[in-house]
């Protein structure tokens, strides 16, 4: 083989290698901007988490149509498709243990569990409030059977009473501080039980397993409306409900879906699915919550 030969061959082998690498270098390059692209990006995945106070059933139809209408609105305000998903704790404590560690991104709160969850993680961020015809607060209910001759909470003494969930905010905490203002304190009684859910304490009352008993006020309204007999010896205040995100959640995730759940503009969509709407809220807005907690301790 001649050197010029010899020469062109090992020419065209440094260019084809030298075209190779630059193939190769364009093809990283590609790969980065199209991984790097609006497109191809992660989509926001959330998991929304609370607990069952009522049937599971009923929790999943209450929350998704209102899940559905945050998922579209903070796409548009985040530019990127968000999904969530739903995490229904059995019991109290399992759904806050879940908020606490991040197992959840975002939640709803009775109040009380939101107390024990910011002791618990002080990270724990506020999102809003549930308003209640644009107040922050609401009723609990004290109920007896429909036939009871009972008529005041003073005469409950001697007698049983049904309670919530031993975290529930109307099921256990103000109940007991209600009691405890009436003068009537766990050993008055002639027996308690925590029976977990709200619609579980209407139904044994109205079977007449126990003489009264704690629940949520729309809970007593579908309650009676499905002919359970028992009717309100009493009614306490309390205060709405929190929409939480865990520490963990992204600020600005948290801050848009701030802005949706709160925006004038979408004043009427968001009653109508949420039923009330929401109000800005502040710790300070629990505060009286706290109270009536420090006051159940001495039942």
């Not at 304490?201 to 397993?209: H, K, S, T």
């Amino acid at each position: 083989m001649t050197c010029p030969t010899l020469f062109l061959r090992v020419s065209r082998l440094f260019l084809t290698a030298a075209l190779s690498r630059a193939a190769l270098g364009a093809i990283l390059a590609a790969t980065a901007l199209l991984l790097t692209s609006p497109a191809a990006q992660a989509d926001v995945t959330l998991t929304f988490g609370t607990y069952a106070a009522d049937k599971p059933t009923t929790t999943v139809k209450k929350y998704r149509p209102f899940l559905s209408f945050l998922e579209t609105r903070m796409s548009e305000e985040l530019g990127e498709t968000v999904r969530i998903k739903m995490k229904i704790a059995k019991e109290y404590q399992e759904g806050i243990d879940d908020l606490a560690t991040g197992a959840v991104d975002f939640a709803r709160f009775g109040p009380a569990s939101y107390i024990h969850v910011k002791n618990t993680n002080p990270g724990i961020q506020l999102i809003t409030m549930e308003s209640k015809k644009g107040e922050k607060r609401f009723k609990g209910v004290i109920v007896v059977h429909a036939d009871s001759p009972i008529t005041s909470v003073t005469e409950l003494k001697g007698k049983s009473f049904a309670f919530g969930d031993e975290l529930s905010t109307i099921g256990r905490y103000l109940s007991q501080s209600e009691l405890l203002e009436a003068g009537v304190s766990s050993s008055d009684l002639s027996g308690y039980d925590f029976l977990g859910r709200h619609d579980l304490v209407g139904e044994a009352v109205g079977a007449g397993r126990f003489t009264a008993g704690a629940l949520k006020e729309s809970t007593y309204q579908q309650l009676v409306a499905k002919g359970v007999p028992i009717k309100v010896l009493a009614s306490f205040d309390n205060v709405t409900k929190p929409w939480l995100a865990s520490s963990e959640t992204d600020p600005e995730v948290v801050a848009a879906m701030r802005r949706v759940m709160l925006s004038s503009e979408n004043e009427e969509i968001v009653r109508r699915i949420s039923k009330n709407g929401f109000l800005e809220g502040s710790d300070a807005d629990y505060d009286f919550v706290r109270q009536g907690m420090e006051r159940s301790m001495s039942f």
